[in-house]
Nanobody
Framework: QVQLVESGGGLVQPGGSLRLSCAASGSISSVGTMAWYRQASGKQRDLVAIITSLGTTNYAKSVKGRCTISRDNAKNMVYLQMNNLKPEDTAVYYC?????????WGQGTQVTVSS
């Protein structure tokens, strides 16, 4: 079994920055694609950023240029650096990892952007 735990969420003012982290633990030899999703209240869960095992990245149009996804394969971790945060970035952020043949989800971390 694989467990994902996110951290780094919180309350931040517009224009501020946050760095989210997600650690995978359990029976893991290697992790494939890693991603961050977010779900605002009353809305569907949407992809924010994705990084393949080779380091190729892709971003949602709404965060491109403001967010950077990175990974540490030795630690089985994925990060999301978010800059110039806006109120519309407020959501629960979930990490997502592909291990062997299964996609795993974390429990989510709340990000609130408000003055």
């Amino acid at each position: 079994q694989v467990q994902l735990v996110e951290s780094g969420g919180g309350l931040v003012q517009p224009g501020g920055s946050l760095r989210l982290s997600c650690a995978a633990s359990g029976s893991i030899s290697s992790v494939g694609t890693m991603a961050w999703y977010r779900q605002a209240s009353g809305k569907q869960r949407d992809l924010v950023a994705i990084i393949t095992s080779l380091g190729t990245t892709n971003y949602a149009k709404s965060v491109k240029g403001r967010c950077t996804i990175s990974r540490d394969n030795a630690k089985n971790m994925v990060y999301l650096q978010m800059n110039n945060l806006k109120p519309e970035d407020t959501a629960v952020y979930y990490c997502n990892m592909y291990v062997r043949t299964t996609w795993y989800w974390g429990q989510g971390t709340q990000v609130t952007v408000s003055s």
